[in-house]
């Protein structure tokens, strides 16, 4: 084959590359249209959405977005580009609307960016957005605050959404001369299409407060199946748990330290159908508080069925090498021996290092609190009949009162 073949064959490869490369980006570029067009056209319940396009390339879109709802509006300005993928990104407009609230109310180095991509046959990719550090000055009082850039990272697989968050810290500085800081925020979020409830941890590490400080604190909600509910039931009749992880590392209140504070407890017998009366109900409530009766109403009924209950696996006080415990339960039994009810049942276990002898000297003279083994104990009744620690009473039965 001869040079001028060779140049002549390379020519047509790259004439040929280059039409399908244009032909790849005027699909994805109609495919974008066709994608923005129906979010346009059939917005969630409850918003209206407005779609401009302010420029046009082959390859790319400028555009603005308003959203609108119950009163509140906001606006975006954003930029598409195509290319082996789209890549959207917005930005919030801070010339009106929420944008325009959140310059006006003293917060500077505003600047965010939500980036959304999707692969050449379409898929979505996880959706980022970025915060710049802000700074927040309140001349009426002299606060100061400042923020940490943040980063969200959201992206849905296998029926399950998840939003990953890493959202810095703070630092505050208030007229008054006190301060309070945080570092090392993060936050995971996520919700599975067969479960009512979503999961959900939040986590920090050093934060001071001026009395209060610690050198790190984590919360964990997740749910599940209980034992014997069958995975082919609809969501909302399965009953499900939520559990409860808190702890605090170090924490240190007024003088006093500790090595750890925390507990794990367990909400069981929920389901989606109650979980939505009790949603429904919650928000009746933000607009009436007479209607927060009813959610207290709806709680109450469900534990006086036996339908719910509270497992409290442990709270802990670590100190000096030495943990103190307290376990138990809310639970409504009735007694097989008397037929009172009972409504929860609890121990109590501090090992005697950690007590100052005279502020149980009272317990001990009672019976409320007994001496075994180097562990000061008592076992909490709740009843019916009253309120009792190792059979002593504490409260009479008015406790029924309020649980009828």
Not at 14 to 28: D, K, R
Request: one cysteine or more; aromatic letters at 8%; charged letters at 25%.
């Amino acid at each position: 084959m001869t040079t001028t073949k060779r140049i002549g064959v390379a020519a047509g490869v790259l004439v040929l590359l280059a039409g399908s490369v244009f032909g790849l980006v005027h699909w994805e570029g109609r495919m974008w249209d066709a994608r923005v067009e129906k979010i346009a056209a059939n917005p969630p319940q409850g918003l209206k959405v407005t779609y401009e396009e302010t420029g046009r390339t082959w390859r790319t879109r400028a555009f603005r977005v308003r959203v609108e709802a119950q009163g509140l509006a906001a606006a975006w300005e954003g930029s598409a580009e195509m290319g082996w993928g789209t890549r959207t990104v917005l930005s919030l407009n801070l010339e009106e609307g929420f944008g325009k609230s959140i310059r006006e109310s003293g917060v500077s180095g505003y600047r965010d960016s939500m980036v959304v991509e999707t692969s050449v046959a379409g898929a979505m990719k996880p959706v980022l957005w970025r915060l710049d550090a802000l700074e927040f000055k309140d001349p009426a009082s002299g606060d100061v605050c400042t923020t940490e850039p943040l980063l969200l990272t959201a992206h849905e697989t296998d029926g399950k959404t998840a939003v990953t968050g890493s959202l810095g810290g703070f630092a505050c500085r208030f007229g008054d001369g006190t301060a309070a800081s945080i570092k090392d925020l993060v936050l995971n979020f996520a919700v599975h299409e067969d479960r009512p409830i979503a999961d959900f941890s939040f986590s920090g590490g050093k934060f001071d407060a001026e009395e209060l400080q610690g050198d790190g604190f984590s919360v964990k909600l997740t749910s599940r199946r209980m034992e014997g509910a069958e995975k082919a039931s609809p969501a909302d009749e399965a009953r499900w748990e939520e559990r409860m992880d808190v702890e605090v590392k170090k924490p240190r209140v007024e003088g006093e330290a500790a090595d750890r504070v925390g507990y794990t407890v367990r909400l069981s017998g929920l389901t989606g159908a109650f979980i939505d009366t009790v949603t429904q109900a919650s928000e009746a409530a933000a607009l009436d508080p007479l209607a927060g009766w009813r959610v207290l109403g709806l709680w109450r009924d469900a534990f006086m069925k036996g339908e719910i209950a509270v497992m409290l696996d442990d709270a802990f006080y670590e100190a000096r090498g030495k943990t103190a415990h307290l376990t138990g339960s809310l639970r409504y039994e009735a007694s097989p021996q008397t037929g009172i009810p009972q409504y929860g049942l609890f121990e109590l276990r501090i090992p005697e290092a950690l007590v100052q002898p005279a502020t149980i000297a009272d317990g001990l003279a009672s019976g409320e609190l007994k001496l075994v083994n180097g562990e000061y104990t008592t076992k909490i009744e709740i009843t019916a009949g009253g309120i009792f620690a190792n059979d002593q009473p504490l409260a009479g039965p008015g406790i029924y009162q309020l649980l009828r």
